[in-house]
């Protein structure tokens, strides 16, 4: 049986948004997935993005959006509904891409889309006006306003049973909203920055880094010199106080992972919100093999790039995914 024939036969829909107060300015995406068997919303998502375009933005909901499927069923038959004409005529090859930035996000997006096909599901998309993306601009709109929401309905009968699964908006530190969660522990966004080789990338890493998070960020670090200027400049650009320490570092004795950077990791998983930490190599390594449960064999296996960022998500219920790795566009 190839590839093509493993599809599940299954259809969803992605309605995905995002905005830029400014453009660029604070910007933030949502995006939902649905059954349009039943209407039923599986999962909905939004992030604020710091400081992006308009186009930047309509585009990380659309990857969220997809990154969703893959993880619901990556053998899926899926439309992808969006107000954005040019992310639509983009992806679907009408209109060429001039923009860097953008062709670099629609090449991840094909990615995504690849993954799908080559489970034997399908993509193809569909522009929507806006009064018909009311959901997902919605989701944009909590993003823009510091917001984080990850909700997956687990329970897809639709009782209303605690099979259902939500995290409610998050991650601004002290938000009001934190009230409505079904447990006391936030989930935890948590950027991984390693630290560049000199300052002259510090600049660039600080620009990186603002496009990805929003008010309410929090910043550890390692004290080492250039690791501690590192998390001040970003610090000093999301007007927070920085906290460094020797735990953060990845030196300690022994092979493979560090257990002190596992230490100060499971302790942000405890408090949650939106953290920057920067650390070493064998840092970023450490915290990659706790979610990973990576064997010491393989502890080395991951490529990572000074002034890289690697991006791990943490649920109230402990759960932990790899948003991405290795992330250097910024550096080129």
């Given amino acids: 049986m190839t590839a093509a024939s493993r599809g599940s036969g299954r259809r969803l829909v992605v309605e995905a948004d995002g905005g830029s107060r400014g453009n660029p300015g604070v910007a933030g995406y949502g995006a939902l997935v649905r059954d349009p068997a039943n209407g039923r919303v599986l999962v909905e998502l939004a992030e604020p993005l710091g400081k992006a375009s308009n186009n930047v933005a309509e585009y990380s909901g659309l990857l969220a959006g997809l990154r969703a499927v893959l993880d619901l069923d990556p053998g899926a ?3 992808v509904k969006m107000d954005s004409k040019l992310v639509v005529e983009q992806m679907s090859g009408r209109w060429k ?18 993954e799908i096909s080559d489970a034997g599901g399908s993509v193809d998309f569909e522009w929507i006006p806006r009064e018909k993306n009311k959901d997902a601009d919605a989701l944009s709109n909590d993003a823009m306003d510091g917001k984080s929401v990850h909700r997956i309905v687990t329970n897809e009968a639709g009782d209303g049973s605690d099979a259902d699964r939500e995290s409610s908006s998050l991650p601004a530190q002290g938000d ?3 009230a409505s969660t079904p ?29 990805l998070v929003g008010p309410g960020t929090s910043v550890v670090g390692a004290d080492d010199d250039l690791a501690t200027r590192m998390a001040a400049d970003l610090a000093a650009a999301l007007e927070v106080e920085p906290h460094t320490a020797g735990d953060w570092s990845g030196q300690a004795p022994g092979e493979g992972a560090d257990d002190r950077v596992r230490t100060a990791y499971h302790s942000l998983t405890a ?4 953290v920057v930490a920067v650390t070493s190599r064998r840092g970023v390594l450490s915290v990659l093999a706790d979610v990973l449960d990576t064997p010491v064999e393989r502890f080395w296996a991951v490529a990572t790039a000074p002034g890289s960022l690697t991006a791990v998500w943490v649920w109230e219920d402990g759960s932990a995914s790899v948003a991405f790795t290795n992330r250097t566009d910024h550096l080129a």
């Fill in 183 to 211: 447990t006391s522990t936030r989930p935890l966004r948590l950027l991984l920055v390693q630290a560049p080789l000199d300052d002259a990338a510090v600049p660039r890493v600080v620009t990186a880094v603002r496009r």
């Fill in 97 to 114: 891409i001039k923009h860097e930035d953008m062709r670099r996000l629609a090449l991840e997006a094909r990615d995504l889309c690849a």
């Fill in 77 to 79: 038959t899926v439309r």
């Fill in 271 to 274: 408090s949650g919100g939106t």
């Fill in 176 to 178: 009001s909203e934190i």
